[in-house]
């Protein structure tokens, strides 16, 4: 199924709707202030194994990357420091995944690797699913390396390629092409390890 959503002004029923499917264990793609990805409940094991199939990720070997809706749960889900808190504070909501030592209220497929992902994108869409679920929700971009850039950023194009191995596909307009930024924050200082679309503020 594809919907439409405007990121301004999310319909409500729509939310609602896709909310349902993922309450239910669905996989849905959306749109990110960055590129396209595909998530489900965060905490619905059987769903996240399924992702993690479909994209061929060892999650014992791989970075699970995990949205919040902001930093005020953070800690529910990954260990904070004061000092990463704030630098967290200041480049949030943005093009970042910053990795941080998982706490035990994730399920075991995160602790294997011991360390998640938190991403809070600026895109009220993907923001408001995760609001209204009430549990992270589990993102992986859709972009593959040798992909053609077409597949990736327009919804109607992914919605071809992926409507038989997901439930629904958000249209929020185009995607983009880079990925986020991602911070290591696992030893003494942040490091990045990718540089994406986001410029780090110290």
């Given amino acids: 199924m594809l919907i439409k959503l405007y990121e301004q002004n999310p319909n409500q029923k729509e939310i609602d709707r896709v909310v349902s499917v993922l309450q239910d264990g669905g996989l849905i793609i959306y749109p990110t202030d960055t590129v396209y990805a595909i998530g489900c409940d965060a905490l619905n094991v059987r769903a996240v194994?399924?992702?993690c199939?479909?994209?061929?990720?060892n999650p014992a070997k791989s970075n699970l990357s995990i949205i919040c809706y902001d930093l005020s749960n953070i800690s529910e889900y990954a260990k904070v420091d004061n000092a990463i808190f704030k630098l967290m504070k200041k480049n949030l909501p943005g093009p970042f995944t910053f990795i941080l030592n998982t706490t035990s209220s994730l399920?075991?497929?995160y602790k294997n690797k011991k360390t998640v992902g938190i991403r809070i994108p600026d895109n009220n869409i993907i923001r408001e699913l995760v609001r209204n679920l009430g549990n992270p929700i589990l993102t992986t971009s859709v972009k593959d390396e040798d992909e053609v850039v077409e597949y990736t950023t327009d919804p109607e194009l992914i919605y071809e390629k992926y409507q038989d191995k997901v439930d629904i596909v958000i249209d929020g307009g185009f995607g983009g092409i880079e990925g986020s930024t991602v911070v290591d924050c696992t030893s003494d200082e942040p490091e990045i390890i990718r540089q994406g679309k986001g410029e780090l503020i110290l």
């Fill in 49 to 51: 194994e399924e992702i």
């Fill in 53 to 57: 199939k479909m994209k061929d990720i």
């Fill in 107 to 109: 399920p075991k497929i």
